[in-house]
């Protein structure tokens, strides 16, 4: 295992690296230990909030042993206009290993990775609508638990399509591997570049023919004035949402997806949150131990494990 420097983009790996990375999350999930040469630091800076790929990342560095920097964006100098790069430089001088970062700007590490003067390796927990690979990496294992492959499966990604780094993240790497992706939601919602990955279908049409059902947050706080003004949940749900109705038309074997948070009620009936073909909180499990392969890979490549 030759490690990953950085993981920034899960559309840049290999085929044969994207399965070195679920079977080591597999082995994570089975009991799998690691041991470091020396003490490793991390820094997490989400500057937009987030509950699950936070805490799940914390998570997964205790359980490798990675001890963990206080730093909390929202009090850190970028609050006194200093930039992403002179952050992580900082973070770098005082010996940080690793720095996982959530940043609302599109590509915001293409400048970092371009800087010879940094060294500490960039995960993306998210960047605006662009991707959320480990996000990506947690989905891909949620759905080969289920079917143990990917080739021909028909999976529909259902939402606020135009604002969602994992709708984009998701239907690139899905497609490559051999799934058929379509879309659904507000077609005005439905970006022109999506169509590259599948068609856009009504909700009632699609639904019948999936194997995976993958549902968007619609994400208000990116919406402009106007939207958020004229937006009613019911409104929503009845027009794009899973119902419990629209519910009965799946296939039994289909499976249930949300990358979370879930707002009941409008992107999915809250019964169905938990229903046995809901697979929502096994995703928060498995991005647990998809993380933990992530860093490994980080691990590997800075030789910081033990043979």
């Known amino acids: 295992m030759t490690g990953l420097a950085n993981f920034l983009n899960i559309n840049e790996l290999s085929n044969d690296k994207l399965i070195e990375l679920l079977n080591t999350a597999y082995a994570f999930r089975d009991g799998k230990q690691v041991h470091l040469k020396r003490p490793v630091f991390a820094a997490n800076l989400f ?4 509950t699950r790929t936070h805490s799940s990342f914390q998570m997964a560095q205790k ?17 006194k206009g200093e930039s992403l790069s002179d952050t992580v430089k900082t973070l770098q001088a005082i010996g940080v290993d690793i720095a996982v970062i959530r940043h609302s700007q599109r590509g ?3 400048p970092l990775v371009a800087d010879d003067n940094i060294s500490t390796a960039l995960v993306n927990g998210g960047d605006g609508n662009g991707q959320h690979p480990s996000q990506s990496l947690l989905d891909l294992m949620t759905i080969h638990d289920e079917f143990n492959h990917f080739e ?3 999976v529909g990604i259902i939402g606020d399509l135009a604002h969602s780094r994992v709708a984009r993240s998701n239907a690139e790497i899905l497609k490559r591997l051999g799934a058929e992706v379509f879309f659904s939601g507000p077609k005005d919602w439905y970006p022109a570049d999506f169509a590259e990955f599948g068609e856009h279908v009504a909700i009632d049409e699609l639904l019948p023919q999936l194997d995976v059902v993958m549902l968007l947050r619609v994400q ?4 402009d004035h106007q939207a958020v003004e004229t937006f009613t949940a019911t409104e929503y749900h009845t027009q794009y949402g899973l119902t419990d109705e629209l519910a009965k038309t799946l296939k039994p074997t289909a499976i249930l997806m949300h990358p979370a948070p879930v707002n009941r009620g409008i992107e999915i009936s809250s019964d169905l949150v938990e229903a046995p073909q809901s ?3 096994k995703q928060m499990q498995n991005g647990v131990y998809a993380r933990m392969a992530i860093l490994e890979q980080i691990l590997n490549a800075r030789n910081l494990l033990e043979d």
């Open 47 to 50: 500057f937009e909030n987030s």
């Open 63 to 79: 359980r490798l042993g990675i001890q963990l920097i206080d730093v909390n964006p929202s009090t850190s100098s970028v609050t």
């Open 108 to 110: 915001w590490y293409e």
């Open 152 to 154: 021909g499966l028909k």
């Open 220 to 223: 208000l706080e990116r919406l």
């Open 279 to 281: 697979r929502i909180f």
